[in-house]
């Protein structure tokens, strides 16, 4: 038997070798999934956008809407709180403050946390078993 080959076999019998092993095919599957969802939410924005100025009924909620307004104020000097519905954290608006240069700023940033907590919530749960 080639060497290389009986250097496998020696491998794959550690079973500390093959739960690495395992977590390393389940890891890199986990971040094709993440890529895959970040794709899906890029492709979402996009569709967003296109709707929100072609069609009569938005895609976009009118909080977001809300959002922009109060990271405006805040660009302006203001406080968020002087957008007349605006009733979240002050981080927020000065998190969506770049929504005024790039309208969906917002939109890329709310995805990209959701993966982000996607990746915690699955590292937590590894960690956990």
Same mark, same amino acid.
Request: net charge positive.
């Given at each position: 038997?080639?060497?290389?080959?009986?250097?496998?076999?020696?491998?794959?019998?550690?079973?500390?070798?093959?739960?690495?092993?395992?977590?390393? *095919?389940?890891?890199?599957?986990?971040? /094709? %999934?993440?890529? #895959?969802? !970040?794709?899906?939410?890029?492709? &979402? =924005? *996009?569709?967003?956008?296109?709707?929100? /100025? %072609?069609?009569? #009924?938005? !895609?976009?909620?009118?909080?977001? &809407? =809300?959002?922009?307004?109060?990271?405006?104020?805040?660009?302006?000097?203001?406080?968020?709180?002087?957008?007349?519905?605006?009733?979240?954290?002050?981080?927020?608006?000065?998190?969506?403050?770049?929504?005024?240069?790039?309208?969906?700023?917002?939109?890329?940033?709310?995805?990209?946390?959701?993966?982000?907590?996607?990746?915690?919530?699955?590292?937590?749960?590894?960690?956990?078993?």
């Amino acid at each position: 038997m080639p060497k290389r080959v009986c250097v496998i076999n020696e491998v794959l019998k550690s079973s500390r070798s093959c739960q690495g092993l395992k977590t390393l *095919v389940i890891m890199s599957v986990f971040v /094709s %999934w993440l890529c #895959v969802g !970040y794709a899906i939410r890029i492709c &979402l =924005i *996009v569709y967003g956008i296109m709707q929100d /100025s %072609w069609m009569s #009924v938005p !895609y976009t909620d009118v909080d977001y &809407l =809300i959002f922009s307004g109060a990271a405006k104020h805040v660009v302006q000097g203001g406080s968020p709180y002087d957008e007349p519905t605006y009733r979240y954290p002050p981080l927020l608006a000065w998190l969506l403050t770049p929504n005024l240069l790039i309208p969906a700023w917002g939109k890329i940033l709310f995805s990209t946390l959701d993966i982000g907590v996607r990746k915690l919530t699955f590292v937590h749960a590894a960690l956990s078993y």
